[in-house]
């Protein structure tokens, strides 16, 4: 449903609730309905209307009480339609005045659009939550007072009112201009930070003041010096999702009783470490009795939350200081939590740890670090397989085979390379990796939360505290790695396409000296980039850190990966040359240089 389905929904409603003698209402509905077109055509200061959209809101839960659900479907429709187009309108205004005080010749920040300061009254995004959210607690109301037919009735009205909630398309047009669509919304806003040797980092600005410094990361856009106020934006859409995926996702877990015993009267926060953490040792039991492979459930279970309720800096969080685990990290505008690989890796570790100490299972946590990513990889042992979580997602179950013989990489390195490939939107990628064990998880009950959350920080430390050595030849030796696994990808890509046409084509039986040249050349600029990067030298590797790896097991990897299941253009090179090449000394060299690499045919 659209915009304009919304105003026609406004009009009936305003018949209806005339109808009904709800005069009140019905002026409300009619003063909507003018902000609605105003909010269209605005130009200059924002109608001060979201309060009416509230009250339409408010309005609907009394008729919805009544069992009164097609007018109070009406009225959601019309207050979710308007909450967008206010979200738009402010966030518009805000990015004006951000654009003014990078202009300004002294700074002037004022309140951020994410600082409950800034605002009187609600915020459109608490609107939208409250239209997704109405039925979804009145279920759980009619619930709780044992009447399981009205909780029904409620649930279904719930799926009615999500399937025809309006969107403002991403296409509405300014009447202004119709070919020029309105611009993405304000996500995150970040100010410069300069230190005193000038080094920059970006201060995050979250919901209720809180905030978290950044800064770059090798595959992200470098930090703008020269703007005091920059933007992280998103679409209305994305925003929209994610609170009404946010609301489901809650709805959802409080249909389970376990759920609702460990919430009690409290309202449930999944935003907050101690509450998720109570709801999946609540789970899991229950799913260890509805599933054949419980772990694996709870995994997808957690790569939903996070889907609604976590999102990717983009930037590097600090790796040192406060415990990640007992900070407060910022929020986006949908009320996502910011934060980037490492939050991911030790929070999941700690939720799982504390999940697996009240259970039998045999799993393995291990942290995996590159020079500009961390990981965490879960081995089952009782079922012999692994999944691997980077980010937001978690690939996997995969299963557990014995280390490669040239490299002693067990599965989870050479999955976690891929993963890491991935990540960065390679297909073909290398990387030096720190992998340090964890403690067992069924030790976590025995030592205590703080404990274990000092440990897994610690831990933490020891996968992360390195870096490459830079030299005078090559002073920012982590930027030349990245622009290294850049043209390894690219030139494997190139290769790989090549000799898929050299291999299906049946009239080629022998190699021109010409394409077998370009193919020599190829794959060696392929091996030396591997070994270039192969040969880096690291730094980091205090005596205590050393010590530290000695204790816990660490190792040290340097892998190469392309996608699954597909052999390595290096590998195939090696056969074509040996089956197809004209025998020329360059071939020969390159076929034997292969040979002796992790690229070796089997």
């Not at 919901?207 to 209305?236: F, M």
């Not at 999955?415 to 030096?432: C, I, L, N, V």
């Not at 290769?495 to 077998?516: M, S």
């Amino acid at each position: 449903m659209g915009l304009e389905d919304a105003r026609k929904h406004g009009a009936e409603l305003a018949l209806e609730l005339r109808g009904l003698d709800e005069l009140g209402l019905m002026e409300r509905v009619l003063k909507e309905l003018d902000t609605v077109y105003d909010l269209r055509d605005a130009r200059g200061d924002l109608p001060d209307s979201i309060d009416d959209a509230a009250a339409l809101v408010r309005g609907a839960e009394s008729l919805a009480r009544a069992d009164e659900h097609r007018t109070a479907h009406h009225m959601l429709r019309l207050a979710f339609a308007h909450a967008q187009l206010h979200l738009q309108a402010i966030s518009q205004q805000r990015l004006q005045k951000l654009q003014e005080a990078n202009a300004a010749p002294t700074p002037s920040e004022g309140d951020s659009l994410l600082n409950r300061s800034a605002y009187q009254g609600l915020r459109p995004e608490e609107v939208l939550r409250d239209v997704v959210g109405l039925y979804p607690r009145l279920e759980r109301e009619a619930r709780a007072e044992g009447d399981d037919v009205r909780a029904t009735r409620m649930a279904d009205q719930s799926v009615l009112l999500l399937l025809g909630l309006p969107r403002v398309s991403e296409t509405v047009l300014d009447v202004g201009n119709p070919d020029e669509p309105l611009p993405r919304i304000i996500k995150t806003e970040l100010r410069l930070v300069l230190d005193e040797q000038d080094r920059a980092s970006y201060r995050i600005a979250g919901n209720g003041g809180t905030s978290e410094d950044v800064t770059e990361l090798p595959n992200v856009e470098a930090i703008d010096k020269s703007q005091r106020h920059s933007v992280i934006r998103t679409t209305l859409a994305d925003t929209v999702d994610t609170i009404q995926g946010q609301e489901e996702f809650l709805s959802a877990l409080l249909r389970r009783p376990e759920v609702q015993r460990v919430v009690g009267d409290e309202e449930l926060d999944m935003r907050r470490l101690d509450q998720r953490t109570r709801v999946w040792e609540a789970i899991f039991p229950v799913l260890e009795r509805e599933h054949e492979n419980p772990l694996g459930a709870l995994l997808r279970l957690m790569e939903q939350y996070f889907r609604v309720f976590t999102t990717h800096s983009l930037y590097n969080i600090r790796d040192l200081g406060e415990n990640y685990l007992d900070s407060e990290l910022p929020r986006d505008y949908a009320g996502r939590i910011i934060q980037d690989c490492g939050v991911y890796a030790l929070n999941t570790a700690y939720e799982l740890s504390k999940v697996l100490a009240r259970t039998r299972l045999s799993v393995e946590l291990r942290l995996f670090s590159a020079i500009d990513h961390v990981m965490l990889t879960i081995y089952d042992k009782d079922r012999s397989e692994f999944y691997v979580l980077s980010n937001d997602q978690i690939r996997g179950p995969v299963p557990h085979v014995d280390g490669e013989a040239r490299t002693g990489a067990a599965a989870p390195a050479q999955e976690s390379m891929r993963s890491y490939a991935e990540t960065f939107d390679k297909e073909f990628g290398f990387g030096t990796f720190i992998e340090v064990p964890l403690e067992d998880p069924r030790r976590a009950g025995e030592r205590g939360d703080q404990r274990l959350k000092r440990s897994l920080w610690d831990r933490y430390h020891l996968a992360t505290y390195w870096g490459f050595q830079p030299s005078a030849a090559e002073p920012d030796p982590a930027q030349s790695y990245t622009e290294d696994l850049k043209q390894f990808d690219l030139l494997n890509q190139q290769l790989h396409a090549k000799l898929v046409a050299i291999t299906t084509d049946a009239r080629v039986q022998r190699l021109a000296p010409n394409t077998e040249v370009e193919l020599v050349a190829m794959g060696a600029q392929i091996l030396a980039l591997y070994r270039r990067n192969e040969a880096r030298k690291q730094t980091g590797g205090s005596h205590a850190v050393k010590a530290g790896h000695q204790r816990v097991g660490a190792r040290g990897f340097f892998l190469a990966s392309g996608p699954k299941g597909l052999a390595h253009p290096l590998t195939v090179l090696a056969g074509v040359l040996a089956a197809m090449g004209t025998g020329s000394t360059d071939a020969r060299a390159l076929a034997e240089q292969i040979q002796m690499s992790p690229f070796a045919p089997h």
